[in-house]
């Protein structure tokens, strides 16, 4: 669709402009090439990205009005995938975001990348495997190479505590993590985690411990870790600030936005 901003002052408002101006492709959950059940778009500036039944792809699109999407690279199946099928098994996913410094010297005007972040200059994608109570965290630096370096939660298994997810929905990016300045966090990723009634902050980077209280700091890869809760059964605040079903989460500035059910 295209968007008609109008002006009065010093305020504006816009106005959808219908029909659309273009339709990509069409629905079909038979036919490979078209999409199924899509569940979320995100644009980037060399294209977009779409979630439909249990696969992510990414699309080239130059957004000129004769321009045509060009496929680039998936990561899933269109029906669900076996075991042993070699395929990255993906149920019913419904969102992604993605982690991408400023450039390779700094996370953002204001702070530099530093040698205690080793991998700050990756590329990352981030997918909450809704089905499979997990989200993925995939390399995405080489185009057409997707690759899964890590997971938070335990693949077809609901938790309720720091170990994993119920149904996760939505999911943002905040870069650098709120803890840059004194640990080595590259990112803070927060997650919809619906039927936990809790929005979830992980954390990317390399922690000094891991989940049973060992001492952990590896520099050779990144890490995918709970990093704390707002809402849930296990640490409810009060009854009118709880959270109901969260499906959805944007960050502006320092807030973070959230669309329950």
Same mark, same amino acid.
């Given at each position: 669709?295209?968007? !008609?901003?109008?002006?009065?002052? !010093? ?90 410094? #400023? ?42 190479? #997707? ?10 298994? =609901? ?14 990016? =905040? ?17 919809? !985690?619906?039927?936990?009634?809790? #929005? ?9 411990? !891991? ?51």
């Amino acid at each position: 669709y295209q968007l !008609d901003v109008l002006t009065e002052g !010093d305020r504006a408002h816009w106005d959808v402009l219908v029909p659309p101006s273009r339709t990509l492709r069409g629905h079909s959950c038979l036919n490979p090439t078209m999409f199924c059940d899509v569940s979320c778009v995100a644009l980037v500036s060399t294209g977009f990205w779409v979630v439909d039944r249990h696969r992510v792809i990414n699309f080239n699109f130059s957004w000129s009005p004769d321009a045509d999407e060009t496929w680039v690279e998936e990561i899933g199946q269109f029906n669900y995938a076996p075991d042993d099928s070699g395929v990255v098994p993906l149920l019913f996913p419904t969102a992604v975001a993605m982690y991408k410094p #400023l450039n390779e010297t700094h996370f953002d005007e204001g702070f530099m990348i530093t040698p205690f972040f080793p991998h700050a200059t990756s590329e990352l994608l981030f997918i909450t495997d809704t089905g499979n109570h997990r989200v993925l965290m995939l390399n995405m630096t080489s185009i057409g190479q #997707l690759e899964v370096i890590g997971q938070f939660g335990v693949t077809g298994i =609901a938790y309720e505590n720091s170990t994993g997810l119920d149904w996760p929905h939505g999911i943002a990016v =905040a870069t650098p993590g709120a803890e840059a300045g004194f640990e080595p966090v590259i990112a803070n990723v927060f997650v919809a !985690d619906r039927r936990n009634h809790r #929005l979830v902050k992980l954390n990317v980077g390399y922690p000094l411990y !891991d989940s049973e209280g060992r001492e952990l700091r590896m520099w050779d890869s990144l890490s995918l870790y709970y990093g704390g809760a707002y809402g849930g059964r296990d640490d409810p605040v009060r009854w009118n600030e709880t959270l109901e079903e969260p499906v959805g989460v944007t960050l502006f500035r320092h807030y973070i936005l959230v669309a329950e059910a």
